[in-house]
């Protein structure tokens, strides 16, 4: 029994973690992907279950350190995948969130890099906006008592201090527009940020859209929050 749950635990956890590097760096299929990752779940609960009749049935002769290590692994490769399920569960399964959504900021530069992207780069609207909405109330355009050269240098610094890739800067009029590659998969989502002036402030619009993927686990909704917290304090900080 001990051979089979370091068996069924090893391998349930490579089926789950391995995936993400897989299709980033060997063009792993991203349905075959997924299917390991739903399949690695099956097999980490195998192995939990055996882990516990062992503990069980055998208690006397149970190597502890060995168990706790196999239940590690078969643990994450159970929690991981069903967390994440448990996430796309309570967000809308959209991708393109903006701040502004009767008029979202459009993306120039990226445009070519996302010409054979599943996800087009027009936004949608409609139901796309309804759920946004409902979901995300707190996504809207934001109001800063700065001139508008100065946010644009504090979003810039923001971008960089993101690990954004900057893709060109004023590719239209006071817009920034960058990438943003997730560590696991290494799905790349876009962002343009479009300010505007209004009298002595200005008027911030970020939009966030993933390239790949129906559903983005509300990625998008949480990177706008985040930029514009950390631009904020950015200001207030020159401010200062």
């Keep these: 029994m001990r051979a089979i749950i370091a ?37 980490g609960g195998a ?6 009749l062992q503990v069980i049935i055998a208690r006397k002769t149970v190597s502890w350190g060995s168990t ?31 701040t502004d959504v009767t008029n979202p900021p459009e993306f120039v530069a990226v445009a070519p890099m996302r010409a054979d ?18 979901a995300y109330p707190e996504i809207k355009t934001q109001l800063f008592a700065k001139p508008i050269d100065e946010v644009f240098n504090a979003a810039e610094q923001t971008v960089d ?3 954004w890739e900057r893709v060109e800067a004023n590719a239209k009029e006071n817009t920034i527009e960058a990438t943003d590659t997730t560590t ?18 200005t008027l911030v619009d970020v939009r966030s859209k993933s390239r790949v ?26 401010d200062e």
């Design 47 to 52: 192995a939990l279950i055996l882990i516990i």
């Design 184 to 201: 696991w998969f290494g799905f790349k989502d876009d962002v343009v940020i479009r300010l505007t002036e209004k009298g002595d402030d």
């Design 7 to 43: 068996l069924l635990s090893i391998v349930s956890f490579l089926m789950v973690v391995l995936p993400g590097p897989m299709y980033q760096f060997l063009g792993l299929d991203l349905g075959l992907a997924f299917t390991s990752i739903r399949y690695g779940v099956f097999v």
């Design 68 to 98: 706790l290590f196999y239940t590690i692994l078969a643990l994450v490769a159970v929690v991981m995948p069903l967390s994440m399920m448990g996430k796309a569960s309570t967000v809308p399964p959209i991708h393109d969130i903006t």
């Design 161 to 163: 201090a993101m690990g």
């Design 117 to 134: 992207a599943p996800n087009p780069i027009d936004y949608e609207g409609g139901e796309v906006t309804r759920q946004q909405l409902e």
């Design 213 to 238: 993927g129906r559903s983005d686990l509300g990625k998008n909704a949480e990177r706008i929050s985040t930029f514009l917290d950390k631009l904020r304090q950015r200001t207030d900080v020159v």
